[in-house]
Structure formats: structure tokens, C-alpha cells
């Protein structure tokens, strides 16, 4: 169990264009979620999914953002067109039967 | 729509001297309830889950507890290496987590 691991750690991008990141969740964890955090705040849940199934996405989440996670496996966030506000921690966390989640270590995105 | 409000926002304690955190929430339907440590620039780091009013958890200087309406968790003879952010979350009808700001804590040794 190497635990949830995100990539890339930081990105720095300049406003207008478009980013990916990538989540591996532990492994045999049917549940992944995406939150966003900003400093000084608790994580904000952005969508969730069950297998490869989106089942939830937050009314935070705008048109620009994309997520997937094509065979159940890992999964990637897009952000479209990327304003200053998007500059954030964007966390990722999967979960099994329970519902306790275990994060990665995020990826810290700034846009100038 | 779930709600959580930690206090205090800030709090410094010398080495050894105990304390506790205040977590006060609105859930429709608990699932769970979550306390988290973050450092600085990383992820949350889960501590302990609780299901149910009564319940208590401990580990090593840490105990948390929970009633219907709040989760306290208790720091026995902190070290400064118990310095950091707690975060508490909730899990209600829907499966995400709503988390408060947090409390960050500081150990003066």
C-alpha cells in the first residue's frame, strides 16, 4: 500500500491556459474524490466518483473543469482556460468500504 | 446542507501543557465524523473516525470525542511536533466530506 500519490506536485501556469493533473488512488479503492483548497480553509469537495462512474460533482464546479477517471483506476482533473481564482491545492482522496478517505499530497496550482 | 465550525481558529500551548479542540457540526444523517492533521504544503493525514454519540478514540497524545452535536479532540502533554492544523469533516447523506477551517495549533518547546 504505497498510499494516494498526485502529479504533478506543483504547476505554475499562466492565466488562459488549460492544465491536467493526475490522481493514483491506493490501490483496490473503488471510491476517488477531488477537493479544492485554499489557505486558511478546510478542503472543498469538487466531484466524486464510484469506479469510473461520476456520481457527484459540486455546484462549485464550474464549466471549465473536467474530471475522469476512464477504467476505475487512476483519474485526471482538467481545468479549461484557467483564471487567478483557480489558484489552489487540489487535493485528491479515494476510500473503500468505509468511509474514511486518505488524501495524497496534493498539487499546489498557481496561476499568474 | 452539512456545517462545520472549529474553534479556536488559533491556538499556542506550551510543551506539556493540554488542551482541547472544538469541533461543532449540522449533518443530515451522520456517516462519520473525521479529524485530520495537515502540515504545512501537504495533504491530510487521517487520525480517527467516529460513528456514533459516546463513541472515543485515542492515539499516542491525541483523544477524540463525539456527542450529537460537537467532536472534541484532546491533546495530553503536546510536543512541538504535535504542531500543526487539525481539520474536522463530516460525512452525512452524501458521501463527500465537509470540512471546517480548521485550528492550527502551535507547541512552544
Redesign the interface.
Known amino acids: 500500500d504505497t498510499g494516494v500519490s498526485q502529479d504533478p506536485r506543483h504547476k505554475i501556469t499562466k492565466r488562459g491556459q488549460n492544465v491536467t493533473f493526475r490522481c493514483d488512488p491506493i490501490s483496490e479503492h473503488n471510491r476517488l474524490y477531488w477537493y479544492r483548497q485554499t489557505l486558511g480553509q478546510g478542503p472543498e469537495f469538487l466531484t466524486y466518483f464510484q469506479n469510473e462512474a461520476q456520481l457527484e460533482k459540486s455546484r462549485l464546479l464550474s464549466d471549465r473543469f473536467s474530471a475522469e477517471r476512464p477504467k476505475g483506476s487512476f483519474s485526471t482533473l482538467e481545468i479549461q482556460r484557467t483564471e487567478q481564482g483557480d489558484s489552489a491545492m487540489y487535493l485528491c482522496a479515494s476510500s473503500s468500504v468505509g468511509d474514511t478517505q486518505y488524501f495524497g499530497p496534493g498539487t499546489r496550482l498557481t496561476v499568474l | 446542507e452539512d456545517q462545520?465550525t472549529q474553534s479556536p481558529e488559533a491556538l499556542r500551548l506550551q510543551e506539556g501543557e493540554s488542551s482541547s479542540l472544538n469541533c461543532s457540526y449540522t449533518v443530515s444523517g451522520l456517516?462519520?465524523l473525521?479529524w485530520?492533521r495537515q502540515d504545512p504544503?501537504?495533504?491530510?493525514?487521517?487520525l480517527f473516525?467516529l460513528y456514533s454519540a459516546g463513541e472515543e478514540k485515542e492515539k499516542e497524545r491525541l483523544k477524540a470525542t463525539l456527542t450529537k452535536k460537537e467532536s472534541f479532540l484532546h491533546i495530553t502533554a503536546p510536543k512541538p511536533e504535535d504542531s500543526a492544523t487539525y481539520?474536522c469533516?463530516v460525512?452525512g447523506s452524501?458521501?463527500?466530506?465537509?470540512?471546517?477551517?480548521?485550528t492550527q495549533l502551535t507547541v512552544l518547546p
Request: hydrophobic share 35%; net charge positive; charged share 15%.
Open positions: 462545520v456517516r462519520g473525521f485530520y504544503g501537504k495533504g491530510p493525514e487521517f473516525t481539520l469533516a460525512s452524501a458521501r463527500q466530506l465537509t470540512f471546517g477551517s480548521g
